[in-house]
């Protein structure tokens, strides 16, 4: 009975993998960007949680990358043998400024600005990272534009509008729009039963934006800069696992640095197990190796463009578990960004057509 249940989960295993061999590589790209969309939206409603638990925001990301590299390590290892070219210098000096952009600055600002907006707005002005990688992309000459044809005028108009939005988002906050109603008998057992999970009574909401853009524009450059280095060094996995290596070196001195207090860096409850879990497995690993995958075969700009997609998702989670009012200004940014990443993707479309005439 054992050998016949071991046979069919291994049949199972090689029908799966035949099926999505099978699929069209575009298809493939489609799927791994909406399930990264998945994890990302999923982590600004858990992360929020978390740091109203009061979890320490230094102390955090140590926890999530060792767990992201305890599991990305041991595949990069086994699994990339043969495509690791000898390291040098130049590779090192590469993977630490991909842990500091991709790991460190990355996630301590996106903590600190989570903690002092919401998860609904977080990933709203994420929405900019598409906008702001092309226009990297440009700059480094990655991405192509050709100002004397509508495609490379969609792509210039797309960067601006979406960098308007995110303007108006941090400038603007407007009146409520949408509230759950107080009076609501959903709402009153939905704060009951998730107490912690809602916002943060004191908020630095000018601090919290401008560490959100810093936290958006550390992830495009982590996102462009990952290019270069994939076409010097061929192992996706064991990029992610030396960008994870170095980013945890300079979180973990910065945390021993500022938090002197031996209660700060333990876990005092089982959602702070759970968030760590998440955030390593989830939101670090698996995005980690999922988005550098996309990055070899679609390019810098491509990885970032379903970006809104977790916008509409975390919004979704964020009205049912934590009852968050939606604001002028959120909506009008929201719009702007959105019509300027279409007008990004349009352009690019347009320009794979010039490509092919």
Not at 43 to 57: E, P, W, Y
Not at 150 to 173: C, E, N, R, W
Not at 245 to 262: H, N, P, T
Not at 298 to 321: C, D, E, K, R, W
Request: hydrophobic content about 50%; aromatic content about 10%.
């Amino acid at each position: 009975m054992a050998d016949e249940a071991g046979s069919s989960s291994s049949t199972s295993r090689a029908h799966g993998k035949r099926l999505w061999c099978m699929m069209p590589e575009r298809a493939r790209i489609h799927m791994a960007l909406t399930a990264l969309q998945f994890s990302y939206a999923g982590q600004h409603v858990i992360l929020r949680t978390v740091l109203n638990m009061g979890v320490s925001k230094l102390v955090f990301p140590v926890y999530r990358n060792i767990i992201a590299l305890l599991l990305l390590g041991p595949f990069a290892y086994f699994q990339e043998k043969k495509d690791r070219p000898p390291l040098n210098f130049g590779l090192v000096m590469q993977f630490f400024l991909m842990g500091l952009l991709g790991i460190t600055c990355n996630q301590g600002l996106y903590l600190l600005g989570l903690e002092n907006t919401s998860p609904t707005f977080a990933s709203a002005i994420e929405n900019a990272v598409p906008a702001i990688t092309f226009f990297m992309a440009a700059l480094f000459r990655i991405e192509q534009v050709h100002l004397n044809r509508k495609d490379g005028k969609a792509k210039v108009l797309g960067t601006l509008a979406s960098v308007a939005g995110a303007s108006v988002i941090t400038i603007y906050k407007g009146p409520t729009i949408y509230g759950p109603p107080s009076d609501s008998q959903y709402l009153n057992q939905s704060r009951s039963l998730f107490s912690s999970f809602g916002d943060a009574k004191e908020k630095n909401w000018t601090l919290g934006c401008i560490c959100l853009i810093g936290h958006c524009l550390c992830w495009s450059s982590w996102i462009v800069l990952q290019a270069p280095v994939l076409k010097k060094y061929p192992a996706r996995l064991s990029v992610t696992s030396f960008t994870c290596f170095f980013g945890i070196l300079q979180c973990s001195a910065i945390a021993g640095i500022v938090e002197r207090d031996s209660r700060a860096w333990q876990v005092h409850s089982g959602g702070e197990v759970v968030a760590i879990l998440y955030a390593g497995v989830v939101a670090s690993a698996m995005a980690f190796a999922l988005q550098i995958w996309v990055i070899e075969r679609g390019g810098p700009v491509f990885v970032s463009v379903y970006l809104p997609l977790q916008t509409l998702l975390v919004a979704l989670m964020a009205s049912v578990i934590l009852g968050e009012q939606f604001y002028l200004g959120g909506i009008i940014g929201a719009v702007l960004i959105v019509a300027g990443l279409y007008l990004v993707v349009w352009g690019k479309n347009e320009e794979s057509k010039f490509g092919n005439e």
